[in-house]
């Protein structure tokens, strides 16, 4: 049928080079019935808190932190809490309802349990958050109490992270942490007391004088314990120094360490657990929202504390890491914004399929509802590459890493999603920027606090 047969009957639609008399006044043209709370529906909002102290300074973690001071302590929360309240008083954050959160660092409950509840009250009084926003908190089996349990559940933190690394005595004592594994199972069994019913724990493989049958040991016991999430990361990366300067045995070799990996995802997927971001791994309805699309997509996250990053308004960016500057810069009533990078609508499809990825999976139309592109199209050359490899499987709605092939490799799958202008270019690891940061400089000026913080050189991961 032609146009002009078409249009005859369409007294309001005129082809040139006939005149349209219809004033376009509006667009779309179709409308449906529309509701005050669609138009005024706030949007999804994330928050990532660190804390960046601990009340044990281990050597088994990169990430910048302090011994916990009482004065530094009391200073830096009411540096948060006013930062907390900067955020709060932004239109843009108002408009949006908190609906995920991750508290990290450092070891958070380095704090007492009335500093744990004063920071979440004033947290979650400023912001608009929702009754069942899925949040998670850092803790170690010896800065975890019944008591600070109880207020991060009575608060609404409905997951804990427990960094236990292993159950092998042996293996404790090289990682300079407690070394008394029930220890750690009684700290498992008292979250579960107290209520809480998504656990996840931290181990590692690579350490020193660790064998495939002390491996295997570990990830029983965290199964047997009934844990709902394991998270497994190499230590092997960041031990030779300590190796050499304590006389410990050697870390394992690196072949061996792969194959850890290997029958660490082949073993959890056997017991039930299905896996993300690679070397994590959750029970089926206990995967959190910050390893599925939410978190690793466009909704944007607050950062809170020094080193925190974040992405608001089309822009990524990172908090100042200098603790003292930090302070100072929240106190005279300015964000701590520090370093970061704009947005453009074509890396933002590029950083939803890299971070997709990195979550395991990425879903064809929420992919295209985002951005209005089909990534199947746009990528093809890439994504074939990636299946030809064996490394994703492509179906009609989207891809998946393909286990546990594509798991080991799953920061080189991320990688072919980037853009030319950032390959081969190292990028910010968030709480990790000691190479941003003159170690002088890492102490608050007098006129902010009396004392400086200790220096130590490992702690909780972020």
């Given at each position: 049928?032609?146009?002009?047969?078409?249009?005859?009957?369409?007294?309001?639609?005129?082809?040139?080079?006939?005149?349209?008399?219809?004033?376009?006044?509006?667009?779309?043209?179709?409308?449906?019935?529309?509701?005050?709370?669609?138009?005024?529906?706030?949007?999804?909002?994330?928050?990532?808190?660190?804390?960046?102290?601990c009340n044990r300074l281990c050597?088994?973690?990169p990430y910048i932190k302090f011994?916990?001071?009482?004065?530094?302590?009391?200073?830096?929360?009411?540096?948060?809490?006013?930062?907390?309240?900067?955020?709060?008083?932004?239109?843009?954050?108002?408009?949006?309802?908190?609906?995920?959160?991750?508290?990290?660092?450092?070891?958070?409950?380095?704090?007492?349990?009335?500093?744990?509840?004063?920071?979440?009250?004033?947290?979650?009084?400023?912001?608009?958050?929702?009754?069942?926003?899925?949040?998670?908190?850092?803790?170690?089996?010896?800065?975890?109490?019944?008591?600070?349990?109880?207020?991060?559940?009575?608060?609404?933190?409905?997951?804990?992270?427990?960094?236990?690394?292993?159950?092998?005595?042996?293996?404790?004592?090289?990682?300079?942490?407690?070394?008394?594994?029930?220890?750690?199972?009684?700290?498992?069994?008292?979250?579960?007391?107290?209520?809480?019913?998504?656990?996840?724990?931290?181990?590692?493989?690579?350490?020193?004088?660790?064998?495939?049958?002390?491996?295997?040991?570990?990830?029983?016991?965290?199964?047997?314990?009934?844990?709902?999430?394991?998270?497994?990361?190499?230590?092997?990366?960041?031990?030779?120094?300590?190796?050499?300067?304590?006389?410990?045995?050697?870390?394992?070799?690196?072949?061996?360490?792969?194959?850890?990996?290997?029958?660490?995802?082949?073993?959890?997927?056997?017991?039930?657990?299905?896996?993300?971001?690679?070397?994590?791994?959750?029970?089926?309805?206990?995967?959190?929202?910050?390893?599925?699309?939410?978190?690793?997509?466009?909704?944007?996250?607050?950062?809170?504390?020094?080193?925190?990053?974040?992405?608001?308004?089309?822009?990524?960016?990172?908090?100042?890491?200098?603790?003292?500057?930090?302070?100072?810069?929240?106190?005279?009533?300015?964000?701590?914004?520090?370093?970061?990078?704009?947005?453009?609508?074509?890396?933002?499809?590029?950083?939803?399929?890299?971070?997709?990825?990195?979550?395991?999976?990425?879903?064809?139309?929420?992919?295209?509802?985002?951005?209005?592109?089909?990534?199947?199209?746009?990528?093809?050359?890439?994504?074939?590459?990636?299946?030809?490899?064996?490394?994703?499987?492509?179906?009609?709605?989207?891809?998946?890493?393909?286990?546990?092939?594509?798991?080991?490799?799953?920061?080189?799958?991320?990688?072919?999603?980037?853009?030319?202008?950032?390959?081969?270019?190292?990028?910010?690891?968030?709480?990790?920027?000691?190479?941003?940061?003159?170690?002088?400089?890492?102490?608050?000026?007098?006129?902010?606090?009396?004392?400086?913080?200790?220096?130590?050189?490992?702690?909780?991961?972020?």
């Open positions: 049928m032609s146009i002009s047969t078409t249009t005859t009957s369409m007294p309001f639609w005129k082809e040139y080079p006939e005149r349209d008399n219809e004033w376009v006044r509006q667009y779309p043209t179709k409308h449906v019935a529309v509701t005050e709370e669609e138009v005024f529906a706030r949007e999804q909002m994330g928050v990532y808190v660190h804390i960046p102290f050597f088994s973690c011994q916990t001071d009482r004065d530094l302590t009391r200073t830096f929360l009411d540096a948060l809490k006013a930062e907390i309240t900067l955020y709060a008083q932004r239109p843009y954050v108002q408009d949006h309802v908190i609906t995920l959160g991750y508290i990290g660092g450092g070891t958070p409950t380095s704090l007492t349990a009335p500093q744990l509840d004063e920071l979440l009250g004033h947290l979650f009084g400023s912001l608009n958050t929702a009754p069942d926003a899925d949040f998670s908190i850092e803790t170690t089996p010896v800065d975890i109490s019944e008591r600070k349990a109880r207020v991060l559940l009575d608060r609404g933190v409905r997951r804990i992270s427990l960094g236990v690394q292993t159950f092998v005595e042996e293996e404790l004592k090289s990682l300079g942490r407690p070394s008394d594994p029930e220890m750690l199972k009684n700290s498992i069994r008292l979250l579960r007391d107290c209520g809480y019913e998504n656990i996840n724990i931290d181990l590692m493989h690579g350490i020193n004088g660790q064998t495939m049958e002390s491996w295997e040991y570990s990830l029983d016991v965290a199964i047997e314990l009934g844990v709902t999430c394991v998270s497994f990361y190499t230590y092997m990366e960041f031990a030779q120094i300590s190796t050499k300067r304590r006389k410990l045995p050697p870390v394992p070799e690196r072949a061996l360490v792969d194959e850890m990996f290997l029958f660490a995802a082949e073993k959890l997927t056997a017991a039930g657990f299905l896996g993300y971001y690679g070397d994590c791994f959750a029970k089926p309805g206990f995967q959190p929202k910050y390893g599925e699309t939410s978190w690793s997509e466009d909704v944007p996250i607050i950062p809170l504390g020094p080193t925190a990053t974040g992405h608001l308004r089309e822009h990524w960016y990172f908090n100042e890491p200098d603790i003292g500057r930090y302070v100072q810069t929240v106190m005279e009533g300015r964000l701590p914004i520090s370093m970061g990078k704009h947005i453009t609508r074509s890396e933002s499809i590029r950083r939803s399929m890299v971070l997709g990825v990195k979550a395991g999976r990425v879903d064809r139309e929420r992919f295209r509802r985002l951005h209005g592109v089909d990534f199947l199209e746009m990528f093809r050359e890439e994504i074939a590459d990636l299946a030809g490899k064996g490394l994703v499987t492509v179906r009609e709605d989207g891809i998946e890493v393909t286990g546990p092939k594509g798991w080991y490799y799953l920061d080189n799958i991320s990688k072919a999603f980037y853009s030319p202008e950032f390959r081969r270019y190292p990028q910010h690891l968030g709480a990790d920027i000691t190479g941003f940061i003159n170690p002088q400089m890492r102490t608050l000026p007098l006129t902010v606090v009396s004392g400086s913080p200790q220096k130590g050189d490992a702690c909780e991961h972020h």
